[in-house]
């Protein structure tokens, strides 16, 4: 086994919550609405484009175009974004620090608008320890595909065989063993120290 370099972590659901329903549940009044909301209006997979690199307004005037009915509340999806974000996922970030003193290379790869994150970035004091971020946003790529695995490896000049990723989401973890890195399936910060264990990551 390659010994490991450089640990990167994706950002939502693994160091920082992130979940629409925190700004509908407060919006609507009603969790029922509010997921109905979000599995028939403002689909993840709508979110998915302004992660890619679509400008929010353009995103937001569309399907508001869409679905007039309910233009106010897809506009908030912008104006009030911050309010989806919850705190940091218990845990993960004093993984993170402990594996910045042993030495390790810190890496972020997130798919997350190159809008918003600029929002909540100096929030998390996370965010600062990190030695280089690629963002999905900025470099008009998503998450699982390959290409924005090997925007982050050239940029940073990372080895893939030397570097685990850490996402809560399969076909993610599974793109980044398709490109040549270790990757696990973030579960909760107790469960990763025991898969990076696994690894010969001890801490």
Request: charged share 20%; hydrophobic share 40%.
């Amino acid at each position: 086994m390659t010994q490991i370099k450089n640990i990167v972590f994706d950002f939502g659901g693994v160091l920082v919550d992130w979940n629409p329903r925190y700004l509908y549940d407060k919006y609507f009044g009603d969790e029922q609405q509010s997921q109905w909301f979000l599995d028939n209006i403002c689909l993840y997979s709508w979110n998915l484009q302004m992660d890619g690199g679509k400008p929010f307004a353009e995103g937001v005037a569309e399907l508001q175009a869409e679905h007039p009915e309910w233009a106010e509340a897809i506009g908030i999806y912008h104006t009030r974004w911050v309010e989806m974000m919850g705190g940091e996922v218990e845990g993960t970030a004093s993984v993170l620090r402990r594996l910045k003193q042993k030495g390790y290379g810190i890496y972020g790869l997130t798919n997350w608008s190159a809008e918003t994150f600029p929002l909540i970035r100096d929030i998390y004091p996370v965010f600062g320890e990190f030695d280089g971020i690629v963002v999905s946003g900025e470099e008009h790529l998503l998450k699982p595909n390959a290409a924005i695995y090997h925007c982050l490896f050239e940029r940073y000049n990372l080895q893939p065989e030397e570097s685990i990723f850490i996402d809560d989401n399969a076909d993610n973890v599974a793109a980044a063993k398709a490109v040549g890195m270790e990757s696990v399936r973030f579960a909760d910060a107790v469960t990763l120290v025991q898969q990076l264990a696994e690894y010969g990551i001890e801490l």
